[in-house]
């Protein structure tokens, strides 16, 4: 289950044409996992921004024309499969064995949306065996140009050690308390990462820095806020940024928070901020994501010239700068206080 030792070497360039890129081989194994069943562990220490699995989907729901259809659409297409697919497919983990129409069960237990806004899931033979982590210590996003018709990209988003399991998180965030209702619900698990084991008070210490990271969202959010006291809004996004840190999520709500400092000092008019925060959200992208990440590929243009970007002096022009503003030196207790306007 290992990427294959004939891969060609990693070919993530970002270059138009996107040729998939293709993970190093030998950096991981599907082995059981204590109550999980099977899961992905790392088979050598990993770095931050390694990508490990790019795939394009085994099926996608795009086959089913209608519900009623689901199952005949679904074992129609699998026999078009080659048959080593055909046995990747049925191998995967049923969460609901003996509630009938089996091909739907496996689809329900392993599909991801191909996108954020996609209305159609697939199953991958690798990537459907990663297992839930509410701390992940990777991300797996949906890139519509590599490959044929898209791929599925897995990125570690921290240094991995060797022997350790390779989790994605299947949700979007929240205290542990809603993390447990929605992957009962809509997963049909009890989550047994080590988030949800650790202690009671390490629990609550937790949940207190989520409940602060949805009301930040929240408040950000708010565009009065954001119109009329710009510095209250961008230091929300400092907040934000700070707990994130503690609480070690490297996930795509860092990137967010990037984004929306971005926002917040562009639509202000001032470049130089802007056009920083735009860059740490490329970089941020390149970690999560890789460089042909749409995402990235749609903000790099910003990170030169933010003046550009729709949302640029949509409120004001009292913060206006120039790029050539930015500090040289861009780090240290004075770059924050420039970055974050104290
Ligand atoms: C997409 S599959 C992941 C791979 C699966 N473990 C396997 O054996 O192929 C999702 C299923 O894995 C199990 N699982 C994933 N993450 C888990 C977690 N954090 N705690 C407990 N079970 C988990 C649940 O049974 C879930 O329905």
Same mark, same amino acid.
């Given at each position: 289950?290992?990427?294959?030792?004939?891969?060609?070497?990693?070919? @993530?360039?970002?270059?138009?044409?996107?040729?998939?890129?293709?993970?190093?081989?030998?950096?991981?194994?599907?082995?059981?996992?204590?109550?999980?069943?099977?899961? #992905?562990?790392?088979?050598?220490?990993?770095?931050?921004?390694?990508?490990?699995?790019?795939?394009?989907?085994?099926?996608?729901?795009?086959?089913?024309?209608?519900?009623?259809?689901?199952?005949?659409?679904?074992?129609?297409?699998?026999?078009?499969?080659?048959?080593?697919?055909?046995?990747?497919?049925?191998?995967?983990?049923?969460?609901?064995?003996?509630?009938?129409?089996?091909?739907?069960?496996?689809?329900?237990?392993?599909?991801?949306?191909? *996108?954020?806004?996609?209305?159609? *899931?697939?199953?991958?033979?690798?990537?459907?065996?990663?297992?839930? *982590?509410?701390?992940?210590?990777?991300?797996?996003?949906?890139?519509?140009?590599?490959?044929?018709?898209?791929?599925?990209?897995?990125?570690?988003?921290?240094?991995?050690?060797?022997?350790?399991?390779?989790?994605?998180?299947?949700?979007?965030?929240?205290?542990?308390?809603?993390?447990?209702?929605?992957?009962?619900?809509?997963?049909?698990?009890?989550?047994?990462?080590?988030?949800?084991?650790?202690?009671?008070?390490?629990?609550?210490?937790? @949940?207190?820095?989520?409940?602060?990271?949805?009301?930040?969202?929240?408040?950000?959010?708010?565009?009065?806020?954001?119109?009329?006291?710009?510095?209250?809004?961008?230091?929300?996004?400092?907040?934000?940024?700070?707990?994130?840190?503690?609480?070690?999520?490297?996930?795509?709500?860092?990137?967010?928070?990037?984004?929306?400092?971005?926002? #917040?000092?562009?639509?202000?008019?001032?470049?130089?901020?802007?056009?920083?925060?735009?860059?740490?959200?490329?970089?941020?992208?390149?970690?999560?994501?890789?460089?042909?990440?749409?995402?990235?590929?749609?903000?790099?243009?910003?990170?030169?010239?933010?003046?550009?970007? @729709?949302?640029?002096?949509?409120?004001?022009?009292?913060?206006?700068?120039?790029?050539?503003?930015?500090?040289?030196?861009?780090?240290?207790?004075?770059?924050?206080?420039?970055?974050?306007?104290?």
């Amino acid at each position: 289950m290992t990427p294959s030792k004939d891969s060609p070497p990693p070919n @993530d360039t970002g270059s138009p044409g996107l040729v998939a890129p293709q993970a190093q081989p030998n950096l991981w194994t599907v082995q059981y996992v204590d109550n999980k069943g099977r899961g #992905v562990i790392a088979s050598q220490n990993i770095k931050a921004g390694t990508l490990l699995i790019s795939e394009p989907p085994l099926l996608t729901t795009d086959v089913i024309t209608s519900v009623e259809n689901t199952e005949t659409d679904l074992a129609i297409h699998l026999r078009t499969l080659p048959a080593e697919k055909q046995r990747a497919f049925l191998s995967l983990h049923n969460n609901f064995p003996g509630q009938g129409n089996p091909l739907t069960s496996i689809i329900r237990s392993n599909g991801y949306p191909l *996108g954020a806004d996609a209305g159609c *899931g697939g199953v991958f033979e690798n990537i459907s065996r990663i297992n839930h *982590g509410c701390l992940p210590n990777a991300v797996q996003n949906w890139n519509g140009l590599l490959g044929e018709e898209g791929e599925e990209t897995v990125y570690a988003i921290k240094d991995i050690k060797e022997g350790e399991e390779i989790t994605t998180s299947y949700l979007s965030g929240g205290t542990s308390k809603e993390r447990r209702a929605v992957l009962k619900q809509s997963f049909g698990f009890d989550c047994t990462c080590k988030l949800c084991d650790s202690d009671e008070a390490d629990l609550k210490a937790s @949940d207190e820095r989520l409940s602060r990271i949805q009301e930040l969202h929240i408040d950000i959010g708010d565009s009065e806020t954001v119109r009329h006291d710009p510095e209250k809004a961008l230091g929300y996004c400092k907040e934000l940024l700070e707990i994130l840190e503690v609480e070690g999520i490297k996930d795509d709500r860092v990137s967010r928070a990037y984004y929306d400092a971005f926002q #917040v000092t562009a639509m202000h008019s001032d470049a130089a901020r802007a056009a920083w925060w735009a860059k740490k959200f490329c970089e941020a992208k390149v970690i999560s994501a890789g460089k042909s990440c749409i995402d990235r590929l749609d903000m790099k243009p910003f990170t030169k010239r933010p003046q550009k970007h @729709d949302c640029f002096g949509a409120f004001s022009v009292n913060w206006k700068t120039k790029l050539e503003e930015l500090p040289k030196e861009r780090a240290g207790e004075e770059f924050e206080k420039w970055l974050w306007r104290e």
